[in-house]
Every structure is written in C-alpha cells, then in structure tokens.
C-alpha cells in the first residue's frame, strides 16, 4: 500500500540511569526520538511492512544512547480497516538479542546498518523505564 495511514506508537524504553538523577544528561531525554520520529523518520523510504518500520525505530532508539538496554515497541493502524478499531504489531527484545536477531540484517535490509549514536556514555544503575506514547 502506498496510501499514507496514520499510526500511533507505543515505546517503553528500560536504561541504565541513577534512581534519582540530578540533570536531564542522568536520564534517557526522549525528545530527540519524538523529533527523529516526527522529522527523519517519515522521510525515509516507504516500506509496505509495519515490521520494518518497527526494526527501524528499535535500531534508532539502540544507537540512540547505549545505557538503552530493552525496548518495547508496539505500532498500530487505527485506520487500516473500517471494520475494526486497528491493526498493528508489537515487540519487545534486550539489546544483546537485537543485535543478535536483526544487526545483520541491519534496519533496512543491508548488513551492518546503524543510525548515528547520539549518546554513549553510560549511567550508574537500573532505574524506571521511561514511555512515551504519541500519536503521529
């Protein structure tokens, strides 16, 4: 389908980060993914598969910043048919079994893709994990 559908996320991020940070650099700033989600992601090529889309925003969310240990991420078409109220997909998966399942094969098909690391540094301990939930 080429036709534009508008799709709703659902992301539960779980990062190394201190119990009580004392700065937004001692937690998982979700704003550069909300801007990468609204700006760059629609900009990259169409894919007829909601599974790739969702490889994708896991491979961005993974390089994004490396205290990212597991992710949960569901996208759903709240218009895809008229007799339902949606469809979509979900998926929740460590880093280490990302790399694993889908490095290879790299978010889009070619081998050894990565987004651009914004964060590397690493926090202190397991802390919350943070969601965000947007309609797009």
């Known amino acids: 389908e080429r036709e534009f559908q508008p799709i709703r996320l659902n992301i539960t991020i779980r990062a190394i980060a201190p119990i009580f940070p004392e700065s937004i650099e001692d937690c998982v700033d979700y704003q550069p993914i909300c801007?990468?989600?609204t700006d760059d992601w629609p900009k990259r090529p169409h894919t007829p598969l909601l599974e790739t889309k969702l490889r994708e925003l896991?491979?961005?969310?993974?390089d994004f910043d490396a205290r990212v240990e597991?992710?949960?991420?569901?996208i759903h078409k709240p218009k895809a048919f008229s007799e339902t109220r949606g469809v979509g997909i979900r998926m929740a998966?460590?880093?280490d079994d990302f790399e694993e399942a889908f490095r290879s094969l790299g978010a889009d098909g070619d081998k050894g893709y990565r987004f651009p690391a914004i964060r590397s540094d690493t926090g202190a301990r397991p802390a919350e994990a943070s969601r965000l939930?947007?309609?797009y």
């Open 93 to 95: 998966i460590s880093r």
């Open 133 to 135: 939930q947007q309609d």
């Open 70 to 74: 597991w992710i949960d991420v569901a």
């Open 35 to 37: 801007e990468w989600i």
């Open 58 to 62: 896991m491979c961005f969310v993974f």
